[in-house]
């Protein structure tokens, strides 16, 4: 009766064995993908599975125990989400000289007085220095009011001569014809 047990008892110990071994060996290749989402460091990668390759059950609490806490993906898309949410926070100004806050609405440093706006000229709202219109009311804005225009001013009447300079036919055939003489 006892020989009717071996065989039965060798079946069940290999079966134990074989899956003992291919958990061991599954355990090993989800701890290489896990610590290569988690760091490009490569000697973590090395320490984490042979962690695992010594030590089998022990080695993988203590790999899940000091494993870094997010995933590269995980770490990247929080950055993203960072930027995203710095994007939308409104821009907290400094006065270019001092470095001082400054709220929107100034139009000089209350610190050291330098320029930072400028009012519009029709609706009194406070206008960047480099705006070419008034968003508010559409008047120009203090860059066009600055900028020197591209025909210079015409002189006054008094200081032109009393009466214009002579141009004869012969010194310029083409201005008085619009041709040119053959």
């Known amino acids: 009766m006892f020989d009717s047990w071996q065989p039965i008892f060798a079946l069940v110990a290999t079966i134990l064995i074989a ?11 989800w701890v290489y993908r896990d610590i290569r989402e988690r760091t490009r460091d490569s000697w973590s990668h ?3 599975v042979l962690l ?8 993988l609490i203590l790999y899940l125990v000091l494993r870094p806490r ?22 907290r100004r400094a006065c270019p000289s001092c470095q001082r806050p400054a709220r929107p609405d100034y139009l000089v440093c209350p610190y050291c007085r330098t320029g930072l706006r400028q ?19 559409g008047a120009q804005g203090p860059q ?21 300079p002579m141009t004869t036919e012969a010194t310029s055939p083409s201005r008085s014809t619009g041709r040119t003489s053959p």
Request: proline content about 12%; hydrophobic content about 45%.
């Open 119 to 137: 009012a519009c000229a029709k609706c009194s709202k406070p206008l960047e220095l480099t705006w070419v219109a008034c968003p508010y009311c």
């Open 19 to 29: 899956y003992a071994v291919v958990l061991w060996l599954g355990t090993l290749v």
């Open 70 to 91: 997010e995933t590269l993906l995980e770490a990247y898309e929080r950055r993203l989400e960072t930027e995203a949410l710095m994007g939308d926070m409104p821009e």
């Open 46 to 48: 090395a320490v984490s």
């Open 144 to 164: 066009q009011l600055t900028m020197p225009s591209a025909a210079p001013p015409a002189a006054p009447f008094a200081s032109q001569p009393a009466t214009p």
């Open 52 to 59: 695992v390759v010594v030590f089998n059950l022990p080695g």
